[in-house]
């Protein structure tokens, strides 16, 4: 089928191949990764090539480090103030939707001083703010790069003086270039551009870490993934083996982030025309907003969207239906989904126009 899902996502083919061809016996060692020990040989080569493979895509100098953990991008809203809010810094956030909405929670429950200094709640999150001023006294500012719910995206980001920028990126890493200069710690849970669901990526700069309490518990702590190498306990050793595959393959076979990019630029403007032409169809995010990867649009009423969905699913066209928050359609155009699905889909949106 052709995938559309939001996440657990699409991953590539030659990489679910590699996964399935190496899955009984990983490379004559007549063992799946699986149950490999995460301190041999094998499984180390694979975590550093993981790595290798992370920093060369995000062009990260040494002053980063990359590290993989469990609990998903949501832990991270919490893990994030507890590790590197300054004391007597506020904390400041932009809210521009559900993922920066539950981050900003997470940090009111641990009794941070949070500051929203933008928001786009006036309109439905249809929108990136552009009107806003960071202040040199914050802790750090965060921001979620995508908003994959909303279909809405930050084509740059803020200027934020010299304060830390620390972006969830769990639904457009790895699909754009970028500069990582001004970040001071990015976070993504993988199962969308980046591998299977059960390993987070994060990776801080190297300084940050000087921010980290010494009494927080030591699994809440940047500081013991850091210095163990993400091997303090057992990571997700399968989940880190995909995620090395996958940038094997966006290095090898698709040949960096520049060509990925515009390939899911095409991707977008394919999809976003055909919605701006037939009337049927109206795109839900400003259209200066408009994220590459998560496509939102509604239909004249529920009804007919739910036949959307349904007919779409019978040839093949599945995980259109928007988040059931908002509702209305919604098409994920990860990395690994290829132009020709988004051909398909644009090929049905006209046909169901002209039929209903
Ligand atoms: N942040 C963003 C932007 C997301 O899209 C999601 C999930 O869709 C999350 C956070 C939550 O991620 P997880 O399920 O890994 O906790």
Not at 58 to 68: C, E, H, I, S, T
Not at 116 to 129: F, H, L, N, T
Not at 157 to 162: K, L, Q, R, W
Not at 231 to 247: D, E, H, K, Q, S
């Amino acid at each position: 089928v052709y995938n559309f899902n939001p996440g657990p996502a699409a991953l590539p083919l030659p990489v679910l191949e590699r996964v399935r061809d190496e899955l009984l016996d990983y490379k004559g060692t007549g063992m799946s990764v699986m149950e490999m020990s995460h301190r041999s040989q094998e499984f180390s080569r694979i975590l550093e090539e993981a790595i290798a493979r992370i920093k060369r895509l995000l062009k990260l100098d040494d002053r980063f480090q990359v590290l993989f953990l469990q609990g998903g991008a949501s832990l991270q809203f919490c893990m994030v103030p507890m590790n590197l809010a300054l004391t007597g810094k506020p904390i400041d956030y932009i809210d521009t939707g559900t993922w920066s909405s539950k981050a900003i929670q997470e940090a009111k429950i641990l009794g941070k001083d949070v500051r929203v200094i933008a928001s786009s709640e006036d309109k439905e999150y249809s929108y990136i703010p552009g009107n806003f001023s960071v202040d040199e006294d914050a802790s750090y500012l965060h921001i979620t790069s995508n908003n994959t719910i909303r279909g809405t995206q930050w084509k740059s980001f803020p200027n934020t003086g010299g304060i830390p920028l620390v972006a969830d990126m769990s639904s457009d890493i790895f699909s754009r270039v970028f500069d990582p200069s001004p970040f001071g710690l990015i976070y993504a849970g993988a199962q969308k551009n980046a591998g299977p669901a059960g390993v987070t990526i994060v990776i801080i700069r190297k300084d940050m870490l000087e921010r980290v309490p010494p009494e927080l518990p030591t699994m809440l702590k940047y500081t013991t993934y850091a210095e163990k190498n993400s091997l303090y306990n057992t990571p997700p050793c399968f989940a880190i083996y995909v995620v090395g595959l996958v940038m094997e393959w966006l290095e090898e076979e698709i040949g960096g982030l520049e060509k990925m990019e515009a390939i899911n630029r095409s991707k977008a403007e394919m999809l976003y025309s055909c919605i701006d032409e037939i009337e049927m169809y109206r795109g839900t995010a400003h259209p200066d907003s408009r994220s590459m990867m998560n496509v939102t649009f509604r239909l004249p009423t529920p009804e007919l969207e739910k036949k959307f969905v349904e007919e779409a699913a019978q040839r093949g066209l599945v995980g259109l239906k928007g988040h059931r928050s908002v509702g209305g359609c919604r098409a994920s155009l990860y990395n690994a989904v290829p132009v020709e699905a988004v051909e398909k889909l644009v090929e049905f949106m006209r046909e169901f126009a002209r039929n209903n």
